[in-house]
């Protein structure tokens, strides 16, 4: 993934961009609010970029957190709730529109601020995507039926580099390799090596992780998650249903939906719902809390307090 470029007049140069990374509840859309603001007193506008996989669908403004007309407080934000639910949005979707909002900003003089917590989003948009060809559609049927345990000894077979970095169990990746080098006759490894379309050497990256305690972030998903099904998520669960979209898309998978929907169905008690949901999205925070804490690169910076100090920890960026 990009590195954050050491303070040389080189990489001064280069266009700023700014991002504000972690997991759920861990207060990301504000911090990126507060720096915007921080531009804007110096004179320097500033654009809000979402990188959360959820909040580009407009059918979850409430069960996505999307941040609020008074909360965004004037300052342009993009990319959220641009998709529509039926049609999935995919990392390479995603970072081609970002591309396009990031030149968009710098052609008006505006420093981009990328804010999210996918980690796949950001790490397309800085380091590019492998060109793997489609897949052939009679390779991808013969792979996906075959049961996990044969598709892993083939790929132990075809290609052990990539087995050998994989859970047997993980099926979803190991049907992906295995279709790779089946249907292109090159492996994942191959393809991932020739990655193109990332914008990290062209961009002066600030980069910033938020890490807050474990225990400060998970009662803020439990509170989150109640505030959300007063807040009109019960309705917004109920709209999507009616559109009876496939339930294998993103938008129906995304955390609190399948809860909620178990929940309008009578399958569990509200309190049921309750408990569910704020699990679901601390597991989910879990995930994101240990990815980001091993993933990015060492030099972008951890950020382990619940209250972050804009002018000390974006030092380098306001005074660019």
Not at 53 to 77: K, N, T
Not at 150 to 174: C, F, G, I, Y
Not at 279 to 289: D, E, L, M
């Amino acid at each position: 993934m990009g590195t954050t470029d050491s303070p040389v007049d080189s990489d001064r140069d280069r266009p700023p961009l700014a991002l504000i990374a972690g997991p759920t509840a861990s207060g990301k859309s504000d911090l990126a609010v507060k720096l915007a603001l921080a531009l804007k007193a110096r004179g320097r506008p500033a654009v809000v970029i979402n990188a959360d996989s959820a909040q580009v669908y407009a059918d979850l403004a409430v069960l996505s957190a999307r941040p609020s007309i008074d909360e965004i407080q004037d300052i342009p934000h993009k990319l959220f709730g641009t998709w529509d639910g039926a049609t999935a949005c995919s990392a390479a979707d995603w970072a081609n529109a970002a591309r396009t909002a990031v030149a968009e900003a710098r052609d008006r003089g505006a420093v981009p601020i990328l804010v999210g917590g996918t980690g796949l989003y950001l790490r397309t948009l800085l380091d590019g995507i492998a060109p793997v060809p489609p897949i052939d559609p009679a390779v991808r049927e013969e792979v996906r039926s075959m049961p996990t345990a044969q598709a892993w000894q083939a790929l132990v077979r075809e290609d052990p580099e990539r087995a050998a970095t994989l859970s047997a169990n993980d099926s979803t990746r190991v049907a992906r390799a295995l279709e790779v080098v089946r249907s292109t006759g090159q492996t994942l490894s191959a393809w991932q090596e020739r990655r193109e379309g990332g914008i990290s050497a062209a961009i002066d990256l600030h980069a910033s992780v938020l890490l807050p305690d474990r225990a400060w972030l998970y009662e803020r998903c439990d509170r989150r998650f109640a505030m959300m099904l007063d807040q009109g998520a019960l309705a917004e669960v109920e709209t999507l249903l009616a559109r009876q979209l496939d339930t294998a898309l993103p938008v129906m998978r995304a955390i609190g939906v399948p809860e909620i929907r178990a929940f309008l169905g009578g399958e569990c008690s509200r309190e049921q719902l309750e408990e569910r949901g704020a699990q679901a999205t601390r597991n989910y925070a879990k995930r994101q809390f240990t990815w980001f804490r091993n993933q990015p690169p060492g030099d972008w910076r951890r950020i382990e307090s619940n209250n972050v100090d804009v002018e000390r920890h974006f030092a380098s960026l306001l005074q660019h």
